[in-house]
């Protein structure tokens, strides 16, 4: 279950496509009547032909708006959905065919929904699923101490569940998550509703159990500041298609690399024509504001650096599109990009018939 | 996949709650004592009216029955509900999906709570019915073969109570949730096992319609049994009776788990 033993904690998609087929009301009381006896049957595509993988000690972020079909991928990667088409291996086991032998390899947390015991103290939901998981005491102990030390649990893990406050459950479903030792880990926005300091705290416990355990970790969330504290990669849905795969500064050069320099030149007359990949937007006196311009447009720090060796200024300041705008653009974006692609399919559709 | 040896202890989890509740354990103690007084003045008072035998049963042939079925009823009522801890809150709040996560089946996992939950209520009503049998308000066995008679049947009417009980919860991967569903069972559970009146008083066409059921079999037999009503050497066919439930339900059960893993509800994108 640890050290050598352990076994390798990579994540591997491939063409995972998942379909519900639910039953809908026909509008109206005659309707709803009608759909009593003769239910109308629709198919709804929540994940549609994603593929990418997660190298053994790498967190990935699985970003994409509400409704993209992010806990849904975590469901069939967890093995509690089976997909309708395409494979899954973590950690070298199909999740769904092989439930129990995956839940030993895996860990998971999913946003407010808690897998403690509200009528018990913490400490007795980590010792249940101690005997759970067949962790040896001694390593159980030690575990323990290891996640007091990062998460500050001694302090209110023998207060019963119903009384903790959000934060504190949060930390102790972490803890829970990872007691039996999993090299990989699924976090469904598990830091969602807690407060900044709560927060801090476990993004360093999870970046510990990244950087120092080698822990496997599958991230979804809506915060960007976590992203850009802890994800080096993102995966990006929308939809259910994956639209992105990549870094952050290359979702960031995609949706949303925009930036402003505002510079105060010493000399207000002086001469201002634009820059290599950099346009002159405003020119009011001695101010001007420079932005990128065309597809080679140079980082800020690079037109900053332009600006200053070009011109004599006075005064000199950033505006940098940040995270969340540029997330936002992703996700403007790839809504496009999908409505374009099924323009795209019903044109064809509609040639071909 | 191997066993983990200390699994089994996940059966202590809702004693350990209740324990650690003490304002619950008052509340039992009370609800059992007032339910115990009140049958007892029922069924004493509803023999003063009538003569010493009625329906095949004695005044304390009655009473003893009335009592046993208050203290059977503590079997299976601990609170899972304060706890959060139904399949229906589990369902409702999403927390299901961890009986999915951890290498014990949710089988096995409700099996062992529902065993910790029976031994628990055991230990309850083993409590009261040392204190009527001490203050007289039951009558003991009538012979040792009675009592293992007894305890056989008892033991098989839990596990054909616990595979109905587990339907119900089951139900909750079709319906999301189940109080209707869990009010009328309770109700038929009730009436049809002899919890408010032994079988014995209804009119045939109820015992003939309840002998299809597996209601009866949870209760009205092993107490049938108990105070004499079935004689021992008519408890053999019985026995079988509740037997055969127990295998026709553990097969269903085992099927509806099978459906109810694909059917794994999941909130949320």
Redesign the interface.
Known sequence: MSGDTRITGDIQVRALTKTFRTTTRRPGALGTLRSLVNPLWVTKTAVEDVTFSVAPGELLALLGPNGAGKSTTIKMLTGILVPTAGEVSVAGVVPYRERERNARNIGAVFGQRTQLWWDLPARESFAILRDIYGVPDAEHKARLREFDDLLELSSFWDTRVRHLSLGQRVRCDLAAALLHDPPVVFLDEPTIGMDVVVKEQVRGFLKHQVEERGRTVLLTTHDMTEVSRLAERVVLINDGRLVMDGTLEEIKRKFGDTWLVRATLADPEAAVSALPGIAVLQREGPRVVFGPEGSHAPTVHQALKQVIERYEVSDIALEEADLEDVMRAAYQGAALEASDVLEESAVRGGAGS | ?TA????W??AR??P??EL??PPRMTGVAVQLVIQTVLVVALWRGLYADTGPTTAGLSREQAVTYAVLAVLATRLRELDRY????TVMQHMH???I??W??????PRRYYALRALGDQLYGLAWAAAGYAVCLAVGVVQPPHSAGAAGAFALSLLLGQWVLYYIMLLIDQLCFWTLRNSAAMLILIFAQNLLSGVYAPLWYFPDWFVTLSAFLPFQATLNVPLSVYVGRIPLADAGPQLALQAGWVVLLAVVTRLVWHRAA?R?V?Q??
């Open positions: 996949m983990v040896p200390g699994v202890r996940t989890i809702t350990l709650g650690l509740t304060a706890g959060r801890d709040f999403g927390t999906v961890y999915f996560l951890r290498p014990v089946s694909l794994v999941s949320g994108g």
